[in-house]
């Protein structure tokens, strides 16, 4: 007997399935050509430059939707350990913010008179739309694992042994692709996959449309970066 896409689900999670589903747009987001650069070591520095300053000012914004994230665990989740993988994600980000810093003054690049690129503050006024207490514990999770996910799947791919990242951009790649961030990463699916389960149709529906609008904000931001 054929099972169905619920019963797949059970065994495989719904975010898999999803990532399967719509793997073109999954492997744009995570196969970039500006993360493929890196990775053969042609990236165009003024580039990479521009990603730095840009993903510093989304951080920032990504800052208090993590937290919103938390503040939904609190009040909605039906398991308490949520909260603290949301809060370990906050602690990461607090040193993220001070590498940014430390990085930026490496690169000469002066975050104090950086202005965002339309493609970054629209995907902070996305990040702002996913804030609201109207917004679904179940969404939410959903969006917060599919943003840090293409950036775990981006750099680890420019880790992998036949890569050629260039030696100073390394730490860069690191930052996201290293293990523990990967076991993150899958936390975080495990909690979005559990609500899913027991989603209502509506609600796998918005879950679904907002992991779609994650990875196309994704590859514009690499674009953007690309310039
Ligand atoms: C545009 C974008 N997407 C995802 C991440 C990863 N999350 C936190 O660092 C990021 N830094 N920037």
């Given at each position: ?24 747009v999954?492997?744009?987001?995570t ?9 053969d ?5 003024n ?8 993903d ?25 350990s ?25 690169w ?22 996913l ?6 514990y ?90």
């Open positions: 007997m054929e099972a169905g896409l619920e019963q797949l689900a059970e065994v495989e999670g719904t975010t898999a399935l999803w990532l399967k589903k719509h793997r073109l999954y492997t744009a987001a196969r970039h050509p500006f993360i493929l650069s890196i990775r070591g042609s990236i165009d520095l580039s990479f430059k521009r990603w730095l300053g840009q510093y000012l989304f951080v920032r914004a990504f800052v208090p939707f993590v937290s919103s994230v938390l503040l939904k665990a609190y009040h909605e989740s039906d398991n308490n949520d909260m603290e993988v949301f809060l370990s994600g906050l602690a990461a980000l607090n040193d993220e913010i001070k590498w940014f810093k430390k990085e930026a003054s490496k000469g690049v002066v975050l104090s008179s950086i202005a965002p690129q339309k493609v970054n503050e629209d995907y902070c006024r996305f990040l702002e739309s804030m609201g207490p109207n917004v679904e179940t969404v939410a999770i959903t969006a917060l694992w599919a943003i840090e996910l293409v950036y775990q799947q981006s750099f680890a791919h420019c880790l992998e042994e036949a890569s050629r990242t260039p030696p100073e951009l390394a730490k860069t790649c690191q930052r996201w692709g290293n293990e523990g961030f990967g076991q993150y990463c899958r936390s975080l699916q495990k909690i979005a996959d559990r609500r899913l389960l027991r989603a209502t149709s509506e609600e796998l529906k918005k879950a679904e449309a907002t992991l779609l609008r994650v990875l196309e904000h994704e590859v514009e931001f690499w674009n953007m970066s690309q310039g």
